[in-house]
């Protein structure tokens, strides 16, 4: 399950039980004494893990009989370059129970899942880009200095949210194919600049760039093959992005809710 985490965000409002967005969750688990579920698995942003709606969430999983592990997160945890911190709990129903030890808060998986060191971001590029996803004069004039810049041999990169390439400031790493002296040189030379118009120009020479969808996609470990409706505009291929899960992350959690 993956409630809706509006109510808990670092940037909404997080009126946690009181944002009406919370009743479906709400009604799911005052549904589970009359369902027969053997395995929960649930996400949601990192702050849940402090709300009243988690409380809930606990004191319902003891009084229907679950075991439970709670967990916060992050691909990079699993050798992807990208920062996505999650809340996770996985619960069984009892007499079942887990392969490892119940503890407190759990920072990374009990087992050993073979995570090498991050790969590059060299290895999620596409081969051609399209300029539109490239940015404009007038975002390089007011952005320069506050956006995330990627580079080739990253191993790092920030969380994508569902408003990735229309807003830029805390959405998501922007991406270019110099080195980070070329950049540094560049960056240098136009904060030096009072014509606004000139600075834009002289950044923009740098190729900086929205990771694509197909990039995010891979960046949150979808495969290759998997492919969004023609119709699906890239506006709304970002917002899905945003709101979705790290597909190694939750295989390997669900792999151990069944082990």
């Given at each position: 399950?993956?409630?809706?985490?509006q109510?808990?965000?670092?940037?909404?409002?997080?009126?946690?039980?009181n944002?009406?967005r919370?009743?479906?969750f709400?009604?799911?688990l005052?549904?589970?004494?009359?369902?027969?579920?053997?395995?929960?698995?649930?996400?949601?942003?990192?702050?849940?893990?402090?709300?009243?709606?988690?409380?809930?969430?606990?004191?319902?999983?003891?009084?229907?009989?679950?075991?439970?592990?709670?967990?916060?997160?992050?691909?990079?945890?699993f050798?992807?370059?990208?920062?996505?911190?999650?809340?996770?709990?996985?619960?069984?129903?009892?007499p079942?129970?887990?392969?490892?030890?119940?503890?407190?808060?759990?920072?990374?998986?009990p087992v050993?899942?073979g995570a090498?060191?991050?790969?590059p971001?060299?290895?999620?590029?596409?081969?051609d880009?399209?300029?539109?996803?490239?940015?404009?004069?007038?975002?390089?004039?007011?952005?320069?200095?506050?956006?995330?810049i990627?580079?080739?041999h990253?191993?790092?990169?920030?969380?994508?949210?569902?408003?990735?390439?229309?807003?830029?400031?805390?959405?998501?790493?922007?991406?270019?194919?110099?080195?980070?002296?070329?950049?540094?040189?560049?960056?240098?030379?136009?904060?030096?600049l009072?014509?606004?118009?000139v600075?834009?120009?002289?950044?923009?020479?740098?190729?900086?760039?929205?990771?694509?969808?197909?990039?995010?996609?891979?960046?949150?470990?979808?495969?290759?093959?998997y492919?969004?409706?023609?119709?699906?505009?890239?506006?709304?291929?970002y917002?899905?992005?945003?709101?979705?899960?790290?597909v190694?992350?939750?295989?390997?959690?669900?792999?151990?809710?069944?082990?």
């Amino acid at each position: 399950m993956s409630p809706p985490c509006q109510p808990f965000t670092r940037n909404g409002l997080q009126n946690d039980v009181n944002d009406k967005r919370t009743a479906s969750f709400l009604h799911v688990l005052s549904l589970l004494k009359d369902l027969d579920i053997r395995n929960i698995l649930i996400e949601n942003v990192k702050g849940f893990e402090t709300s009243t709606m988690r409380n809930i969430l606990v004191d319902t999983l003891n009084e229907n009989g679950y075991t439970f592990q709670e967990f916060l997160l992050t691909p990079q945890q699993f050798g992807i370059p990208n920062s996505r911190l999650r809340y996770y709990c996985l619960a069984k129903k009892l007499p079942e129970q887990f392969s490892f030890k119940i503890t407190d808060m759990k920072h990374s998986l009990p087992v050993e899942i073979g995570a090498a060191d991050c790969f590059p971001i060299s290895t999620i590029l596409d081969d051609d880009v399209n300029e539109k996803f490239y940015l404009s004069d007038s975002i390089l004039q007011k952005y320069c200095n506050i956006i995330d810049i990627c580079y080739k041999h990253s191993k790092r990169s920030c969380c994508f949210t569902k408003a990735y390439g229309r807003f830029i400031e805390g959405t998501g790493s922007i991406f270019t194919d110099r080195t980070e002296e070329e950049v540094e040189k560049v960056y240098l030379e136009a904060n030096q600049l009072t014509d606004t118009a000139v600075k834009g120009q002289l950044l923009k020479n740098l190729g900086l760039r929205f990771f694509t969808p197909k990039e995010v996609c891979r960046l949150m470990s979808f495969p290759d093959t998997y492919t969004f409706p023609t119709s699906v505009s890239d506006k709304k291929k970002y917002m899905v992005l945003g709101n979705s899960i790290n597909v190694k992350v939750v295989s390997e959690l669900i792999k151990l809710l069944y082990s």
